[in-house]
């Protein structure tokens, strides 16, 4: 294979890297802003791009995408083979070429272990980088430059090259922030935090019909009142779902239900979410069986969806036992725990959905995953 055709193959396997991390790019804003849903196509077994794009080493400075360099650097690298056609450059691009996909080949390697070793799961658009930087590296280093005692560096070249570089990453990450939907004031953000923070919990005693997941051991306890036909409610646990993937093991979450349906909840006068009574009994059911969560999200995935003729066959759609729960729902065990949250919510004067006690600190509406990471980081702190 000859020198041109190499550059070639560079030139667009280097194109493939930036769409990927392009790509990557939007999914890490639609993971923190809540808009990307409960699972992503590339969540199955031991891949979970959305816990990659939750965790803090997603991001580089200032909350700006690691993956928005990497758009930069493989734009620079495409452009940089590129030039080397021009046979005045070839012999000192080759030799850039070679030095830079080793750099990005050495940080693949570095990624791949904290994903393994930190994180403890995969990404599959991680692993694509890889894959590329590795074929980047092979094509790089299968072409030979004169040695430096008959071509000497030419400084001026590199300092060139160097500028596209550098030019290409910095503009790729300001312009990763035009994708990013849903930017807070920082003046919005640290009020919040003050007036949160300077709450006095509020104690709480968990009981034996809450539904409980997370270590008991957890530093943060979250205590969310929600509607299943709440739309800010929907919009809240999506919100929410990076965050649990974002601190594992830091987070116990209690869900406690507050329909607001006159079906169950006597201060509703008028008809509202008709259906929010008998899914709360049905996600009651689904925990009995060891299944709460996957209720809860199919839930909420499918708000305008939900109808009474529907709820049993979506619950039985993801694993829920028919028997078991028709069993459950015929019993008083799920409208007695329903019955349990109304009444805890009235105590706490809890009116409105979702509402959240955050180590006993009251905190209402659907926040951006952003807001609870900064909560919850100053949490974590004291």
Not at 294 to 322: C, P, R
Request: charged residues 20%; glycine residues 6%; hydrophobic residues 45%.
């Amino acid at each position: 294979m000859n020198h041109l055709k190499r550059l070639a193959l560079i030139t667009g396997f280097a194109l493939s890297g930036a769409a990927v991390s392009l790509y990557q790019t939007f999914h890490f804003f639609q993971v923190r802003n809540g808009t990307a849903g409960f699972q992503s196509f590339c969540t199955f077994g031991a891949f979970d791009c959305d816990a990659i794009e939750s965790s803090p080493y997603a991001e580089l400075i200032f909350g700006i995408p690691l993956s928005s360099f990497a758009f930069g650097f493989f734009i620079a690298l495409a452009i940089t083979a590129w030039i080397g056609r021009n046979l005045y450059w070839k012999n000192e691009i080759q030799r850039i070429l070679r030095i830079f996909t080793g750099v990005s080949l050495s940080f693949s390697f570095i990624y791949l272990g904290i994903m393994i070793g930190v994180i403890g799961k995969l990404c599959l658009l991680c692993l694509v980088i890889d894959f590329l930087s590795l074929i980047l590296f092979g094509l790089a280093w299968s072409m030979k430059p004169a040695p430096t005692n008959e071509a000497p560096l030419d400084r001026n070249k590199w300092k060139n090259i160097l500028t596209l570089f550098a030019a290409c990453v910095f503009g790729a990450a300001l312009f990763s922030q035009t994708l990013d939907e849903r930017k807070i004031p920082e003046e919005y953000v640290e009020n919040f935090l003050k007036t949160t923070l300077e709450k006095t919990p509020v104690a709480y005693e968990i009981k034996k019909t809450d539904i409980v997941i997370g270590s008991p051991q957890a530093p943060i306890t979250i205590l969310k009142f929600a509607d299943f036909q709440c739309p800010g409610c929907g919009m809240g646990a999506k919100n929410l779902q990076p965050i649990l993937k974002r601190y594992p093991g830091k987070i116990k979450m209690i869900y406690k239900a507050l329909p607001f349906d006159q079906h169950c909840n006597p201060e509703v006068k008028r008809s509202m979410h008709p259906v929010a009574c008998q899914a709360a009994y049905i996600a009651y059911c689904a925990n009995e069986q060891g299944n709460y969560k996957k209720v809860y999200e199919t839930f909420f995935e499918n708000q305008d969806k939900l109808s009474h003729s529907d709820l049993v066959e979506m619950a039985i759609s993801v694993g829920i036992k028919e028997e078991q729960l028709k069993n459950c729902l015929a019993s008083d065990r799920p409208r007695n725990a329903v019955t349990v949250d109304l009444l805890d919510a009235k105590k706490l004067k809890i009116d409105a959905t979702p509402s959240f006690l955050v180590n006993g600190r009251i905190v209402k509406g659907a926040l951006l995953s952003k807001i609870w990471i900064r909560l919850i980081d100053k949490l974590l702190e004291n």
